[in-house]
């Protein structure tokens, strides 16, 4: 098993027509749990943040994995640092989360086996469907569709319609995927983050349907990945202690440097630099497209997750190690919220 997967799997466990990729899973239709509105407020602090995105209602949206008895939940917090939580049912170990075509925000229920919806005002919707294993990565695809990862070895794509229509999909290039992202050409790009004997790849669905695997040049356990501004596919490797950079033609380069450790999710930023959460090294980071490196610590960064952009201009990023929320500046500032 490799790192990245061990650290979902730690986190959990201490707190506790198939033409696209060769085979369609049968049984893949979807049932929808219910609507339902979840409690908001409660529990009384965050637990094991995640994964973070910018809403569409200009506040942050994350993923608590929650713990022992308790199933977490999906949480808000305002640039001004207000934070509301919704638990309940239908939240069941959510990691990935994303904004959907339709609004709304949509997320994994790894410990659930499960994608979730939530809009901005607390409703829930749940949807299972035979075949879907430890869903980790999700994003929102270039045709109106919200597409996720499922991680259980040796793992699948799938995607889901904002009406709920379930396709899962496997292909022998899956080899524990975990991170997921639209590509600028309507494509879509996965991080496998490999097995005890492979070091994992970089992957990609055409437009055509047909999917490529990149396995060299460096690529040594990828997992958060995201387009830059120069329209390449920026990601981390997790292992490897680099980030990657990927052509869609599937050049590659990778860079290395000291401010680099145990990399885990990049985004970009508004200031047209690539941003990185160093999860052992607890900094965040940033990347110029040609390569240039900064590290910056602060007070509160501890076991840093998920990152993104926020609508203030700023970076906001998941402490899973304290159990917060973190704020940086573009001139390296940090505030922490829990």
Same mark, same amino acid.
């Given at each position: 098993?490799?790192?990245?997967?061990?650290? +979902? /799997?730690?986190?959990?466990?201490?707190?506790l027509?198939?033409?696209?990729? &060769?085979?369609?899973?049968?049984?893949?239709?979807?049932?929808?749990?219910?609507?339902?509105?979840?409690a908001?407020?409660?529990?009384?602090?965050?637990?094991?943040?995640?994964?973070?995105?910018? #809403?569409?209602?200009? =506040?942050?949206?994350?993923?608590?994995?929650?713990?022992?008895?308790?199933?977490?939940?999906?949480?808000? !917090?305002t640039?001004?640092?207000?934070?509301?939580?919704?638990? #309940?049912?239908?939240?069941?170990?959510?990691? #990935?989360?994303?904004?959907?075509?339709?609004?709304?925000?949509?997320?994994?229920?790894?410990?659930?086996?499960?994608?979730?919806?939530?809009?901005?005002?607390?409703?829930?919707?749940?949807?299972?469907?035979?075949?879907?294993?430890?869903?980790? &990565?999700?994003?929102?695809?270039?045709?109106?569709? +919200?597409?996720?990862t $499922?991680?259980?070895?040796?793992?699948?794509?799938g995607?889901i319609?904002? =009406? &709920?229509?379930?396709?899962?999909? %496997? =292909?022998?290039?899956?080899?524990?995927?975990?991170?997921?992202?639209?590509?600028?050409?309507?494509t879509?790009?996965?991080?496998?983050?490999?097995?005890? %004997?492979?070091k994992?790849?970089?992957?990609?669905?055409?437009? $055509?349907?047909? !999917?490529?695997?990149?396995?060299?040049?460096?690529?040594?356990?990828?997992?958060?990945?995201?387009?830059?501004?120069?329209?390449?596919?920026?990601?981390?490797?997790?292992?490897?202690?680099?980030?990657?950079?990927?052509?869609?033609?599937?050049?590659g380069?990778?860079f290395?440097?000291?401010?680099?450790?145990?990399?885990?999710?990049?985004?970009?930023?508004?200031?047209?630099?690539?941003?990185?959460?160093?999860?052992?090294? $607890?900094?965040?980071?940033r990347?110029?497209?040609? #390569?240039?490196?900064?590290?910056?610590?602060?007070?509160? /960064?501890?076991g840093?997750?998920?990152?993104?952009?926020?609508?203030?201009?700023a970076?906001?990023?998941?402490n899973? &190690?304290?159990?917060? !929320?973190?704020?940086?500046?573009?001139?390296?500032? +940090?505030?922490?919220?829990?």
């Open positions: 098993m490799r790192p990245v997967r061990a650290l +979902v /799997i730690a986190c959990l466990g201490v707190l027509g198939g033409l696209l990729f &060769g085979g369609l899973v049968a049984g893949s239709p979807a049932s929808a749990a219910g609507d339902h509105r979840v908001s407020g409660h529990p009384a602090t965050i637990r094991v943040p995640t994964s973070i995105t910018s #809403g569409p209602d200009r =506040s942050l949206w994350f993923t608590s994995l929650g713990g022992k008895d308790d199933p977490g939940s999906v949480d808000q !917090i640039t001004g640092g207000k934070l509301t939580l919704y638990t #309940g049912r239908g939240i069941d170990g959510p990691v #990935g989360i994303t904004v959907g075509p339709d609004g709304a925000l949509w997320f994994t229920n790894s410990i659930g086996n499960s994608v979730g919806r939530i809009t901005t005002k607390g409703k829930v919707t749940t949807y299972t469907a035979r075949g879907i294993m430890d869903p980790i &990565g999700i994003t929102s695809g270039p045709l109106g569709e +919200v597409w996720f $499922n991680a259980y070895s040796p793992g699948s794509f995607l319609t904002t =009406s &709920g229509k379930i396709t899962l999909r %496997t =292909s022998s290039d899956m080899d524990d995927p975990v991170g997921v992202v639209a590509g600028p050409d309507g879509v790009w996965v991080t496998n983050a490999g097995t005890k %004997t492979t994992g790849s970089i992957a990609v669905l055409s437009t $055509n349907g047909k !999917i490529t695997a990149y396995s060299s040049g460096g690529i040594d356990e990828p997992s958060g990945l995201t387009v830059g501004p120069d329209k390449a596919i920026w990601f981390t490797n997790y292992s490897g202690n680099s980030i990657g950079r990927i052509t869609s033609e599937g050049v380069k990778i290395t440097g000291k401010g680099i450790d145990a990399p885990f999710s990049i985004t970009t930023g508004r200031d047209g630099a690539l941003w990185f959460t160093n999860y052992s090294g $607890n900094s965040i980071g990347i110029t497209v040609n #390569g240039k490196l900064t590290k910056f610590l602060g007070t509160g /960064i501890e840093p997750t998920g990152i993104t952009s926020g609508p203030d201009g970076l906001w990023f998941t899973s &190690g304290n159990d917060s !929320i973190g704020r940086i500046t573009t001139l390296g500032k +940090v505030t922490n919220y829990t």
